[in-house]
């Protein structure tokens, strides 16, 4: 018996006299999805500078190449979110069957309504009917593209808010909103969602119209079944209990995808799980528990959570940059599952905090490797995917694409 092979055989009875099925652990791991972003690969940054990179995406095309790897290397990563217009092509049905050669879908379609200088007072909530409008068509344009592609999700970030007081009417404002949003989600096909994002600041800095998850979760309650909210975990105050957002949505089965990012002070666009890696663990943890609920509504929105990272790297390399965001992501689900629920609520009704702590904890602290390089190896993926990259020689053979390619 190999070194690893010893591991793993600790590692399964270790969880067998846990009471855990490492079987059906395993399986649960198989099944996880997450969606990479277009923009993950592009020439993108800070908001001070972009450090044009060696070998970035020229075009919708190669950042679907570059997608594949990612996808090829980890096998979980099938479908890969677009933006509008940064990846706008001629001929959506081209770039379909270019992502179907490559065995990908494509997903979340993101529509862009901070970039134009028509939107420097706002989009949806502009006081300006004319502007308004402009927004609306261009999320109605999204819409048609997402059909097209064969997508299931809108994916809304709205940057409008005012940077002083009586600029606007936040009141008013926020009837425009409702307004606008209606007449999209009124456009939606039967099985699309709108998942609404919030962040608290930036670009605006008095008030930004959905700065919170209370204001998504409202809108979302307003416009209907199809609208659901969008955690972006980069996109809170400091101390913000992330993951109880996270259970109060699932409980009210308004928690519709997330944006896997991390942050030190704001909206850093960090790797997921390089700062916080045990507030990923407790997010997990959340939707298991929704997941094994008595009540089939909260079942069924634990199941249909869109999980995507949402990174522009900026300093790091793009590919190995998003296959170490995949791969944390992976980690900190697999030691999610081996909490023993059973155990945890047990010791809710005793009232044992430390049992009850323990239960949750005990499992962030357990070393899943052995148990990740099976799971990879009956996938037919390679066990360490980073190592694979980097030996596959795929960064020098996009060297020719030049030097600066698609940016913002």
Excluded at 19 to 37: F, S, Y
Excluded at 119 to 126: D, P, R, T, V
Excluded at 372 to 387: F, S
């Amino acid at each position: 018996m190999s070194m690893s092979d010893s591991a793993y055989s600790l590692f399964v009875q270790q969880q067998t006299d846990r009471g855990i099925d490492v079987e059906q652990v395993k399986a649960r791991l198989k099944e996880l999805k997450v969606e990479t972003p277009s923009w993950g690969y592009g020439d993108s940054g800070t908001r001070f500078k972009v450090f044009k990179q060696v070998g970035v995406p020229r075009n919708p095309f190669e950042k679907l190449d570059d997608a594949a790897q990612v996808h090829r290397l980890t096998g979980i990563c099938p479908s890969v979110a677009l933006h509008i217009p940064w990846d706008k092509v001629d001929d959506y049905d081209q770039l379909q069957q270019h992502a179907a050669s490559l065995n990908l879908t494509l997903g979340a379609i993101n529509p862009n309504l901070f970039q134009d200088d028509d939107y420097i007072f706002g989009s949806l909530c502009n006081s300006n009917p004319a502007i308004r409008r402009r927004a609306v068509e261009h999320m109605l344009e999204c819409i048609e593209i997402a059909r097209t592609v064969n997508s299931s999700i809108i994916s809304l970030w709205l940057a409008d808010g005012t940077n002083y007081p009586g600029q606007d009417s936040i009141r008013g404002r926020k009837h425009r909103l409702l307004e606008t949003l209606t007449e999209v989600y009124q456009a939606l096909d039967p099985n699309m969602r709108l998942l609404i994002e919030y962040k608290f600041f930036e670009p605006a800095f008095y008030h930004t119209d959905l700065g919170d998850w209370g204001m998504a979760y409202n809108m979302a309650l307003k416009l209907g079944d199809q609208a659901q909210v969008l955690v972006d975990t980069g996109h809170h105050a400091q101390g913000t209990n992330v993951e109880q957002i996270v259970a109060y949505l699932l409980d009210e089965q308004k928690l519709g995808g997330f944006h896997f990012n991390n942050r030190k002070y704001a909206d850093d666009d960090l790797i997921v799980g390089s700062v916080n890696p045990y507030e990923l663990f407790l997010i997990f943890y959340q939707i298991l528990d929704a997941h094994a609920d008595a009540n089939k509504g909260i079942q069924q929105t634990a199941e249909n959570i869109a999980y995507m990272i949402d990174q522009s790297h900026c300093i790091e390399p793009k590919i190995p940059a998003m296959i170490r965001s995949v791969l944390n992501v992976h980690t900190q689900y697999a030691k999610a599952l081996l909490i023993n629920l059973d155990e945890v609520k047990a010791a809710q009704e005793k009232q044992d905090v430390l049992g009850a702590e323990n239960a949750v904890r005990e499992a962030f602290e357990f070393d899943v490797t052995p148990l990740l390089h099976v799971v990879r190896e009956e996938m037919g993926v390679p066990i360490n995917p980073m190592r694979a990259y980097l030996e596959s020689g795929y960064a020098d053979s996009i060297k020719p694409r030049g030097k600066g390619g698609a940016s913002w």
